[in-house]
């Protein structure tokens, strides 16, 4: 992409001299957008030319102006004029400058150009302002240009406009939703005679950020990376000696969901309890859903969902999957995805058997641990030798499956094993007792 400015020689008055690109003539159009009896030449977003000599220039995303000649505008001196641009059809963003008399128009607290639709507004007309004036669009993506028809100026000669107090014709909306970070323009121009001045303030008496920055003699306000403190009511006042007048707009501020906390990936055995716990910021604040394998996941008896929270209890093979929780507002919704694996598997010992042989004194206490791999939980069961072994005073079983021995006496040793059984199968392990 490029965009190439030829000036070609020539004394005023103006003569429609041709410009020429590598020997051809160049001729208004949406690839050599020429104005007329200009000595500038805008080359535009072109494809280089083909052997039949066409050009392709990639200029759906703003398209020509429609019309080749517009009305002349006639105007007192001293009064304040708007000139609109008119911008055709077009996609994306688009910025824009007015030619003047076939130079760049500049922007003073007289002049200003509004980037939001384009119309060039004189707040006082002088003389040397009369001329003929064009609307230069751009494309911000592309860069593609396109100028519309010059619209000729001149001056009424049945007087001069008095004084008269600012009249704003260039404000911005009463509600400006601004994201959190991105960066807000304000716009605010007025016609007035004497020029007005343009102050910008806070309504809540605060002081406007210190790095927000005043352009186009104060015509416009940026405030970047804009933060939930930067929101509230903005005023522009517009005022000269005949008067003042105001316009205000609400800033509010809005942000899209952001994690404070994500889920992770759970191995879980069968039987045993999931909870999950997503947390995110954002303006509005964000609901949360749930959705197991890319479908919404519903309330039942095992499942329980509040907020960002999931709670699965006495979690079974049906269970396993990919979930995800989604968090949203208005303005966007995020996504954090975890993966439910339920273990399923019988007892098995092969790594945790129990100790060959254990010493104990009389009159001690002993723990036997019996811990096999499983899922689910299994349930446990002694024997001493042959005999299931029953539990009393002294002897008993805790929940995961150790057994325990107090007062120990002569009796107690021999050969103990444990029995470990859940849906998926039964073993056992067995080791000595020894009394000293």
Excluded at 21 to 42: A, D, E
Excluded at 282 to 308: A, V
Excluded at 376 to 386: D, N, S
Aim: aromatic share 8%.
């Amino acid at each position: 992409a490029f965009l190439l400015l030829l000036y070609c020689g020539g004394a005023l008055p103006l003569s429609p001299l041709p410009c020429l690109l590598n020997s051809y003539v160049g001729k208004s159009g949406p690839s050599l957008p020429l104005t007329s009896f200009s000595p500038l030449l805008v080359l535009g977003l072109c494809a280089p030319l083909t052997a039949r000599g066409s050009r392709h220039c990639p200029g759906l995303d703003l398209e020509n102006f429609k019309t080749r000649t517009r009305s002349t505008v006639s105007v007192r001196r001293g009064q304040g004029m708007v000139l609109l641009c008119g911008p055709p059809p077009h996609s994306g963003e688009l910025s824009y400058a007015w030619i003047f008399n076939e130079y760049p128009s500049y922007q003073d607290n007289r002049r200003f150009v509004s980037q939001e639709t384009g119309n060039l507004y004189i707040a006082k007309v002088e003389k040397s302002d009369v001329g003929n004036y064009t609307c230069v669009v751009t494309n911000t993506v592309t860069n593609h240009k396109v100028l519309g028809p010059p619209t000729p100026l001149i001056l009424r000669n049945d007087g001069v406009m008095g004084e008269y107090e600012p009249k704003i014709e260039v404000q911005f909306p009463e509600t400006v939703p601004t994201a959190k970070g991105a960066t807000v323009k304000l716009e605010c121009f007025a016609l007035g005679n004497p020029v007005p001045t343009i102050l910008w303030r806070r309504a809540d008496g605060k002081p406007i950020a210190r790095k927000a920055r005043r352009h186009k003699s104060n015509g416009i306000l940026e405030i970047p990376n804009f933060q939930q403190e930067d929101a509230g009511l903005y005023e522009c006042v517009a005022e000269n000696s005949r008067g003042k007048n105001v316009a205000r707009g609400q800033l509010t501020f809005y942000a899209q969901p952001n994690w404070i906390q994500k889920i992770s990936d759970i191995h879980v055995a069968m039987e045993e309890n999931v909870f999950w716990d997503c947390k995110a910021n954002g303006r509005p604040k964000p609901t949360y859903r749930w959705l197991k394998n890319g479908e919404p996941l519903l309330t039942r008896d095992r499942i329980q969902m509040e907020q960002g929270t999931l709670n699965i209890t006495v979690v079974n093979l049906s269970d396993a999957g990919m979930y995800q929780c989604v968090a949203e507002n208005k303005h966007g919704v995020i996504f954090s995805n975890a993966e439910l694996s339920v273990i399923a598997e019988s007892p098995d010992f092969s790594r945790t058997l129990l100790k060959r042989v254990t010493l104990v004194k009389v009159g001690g206490e002993v723990v036997i641990e019996c811990k096999p791999k499983a899922s689910p939980k299994p349930v446990y069961m002694w024997r001493k030798g042959r005999e299931i072994l029953r539990e009393n005073e002294r002897i008993t079983i805790s929940e995961d499956g150790n057994l325990r021995i107090v007062n120990v006496t002569k009796s107690d040793a021999g050969s103990y094993t444990c029995i470990a059984t859940n849906h998926f199968g039964t073993a056992s392990s067995t080791g000595n007792l020894v009394v000293k």
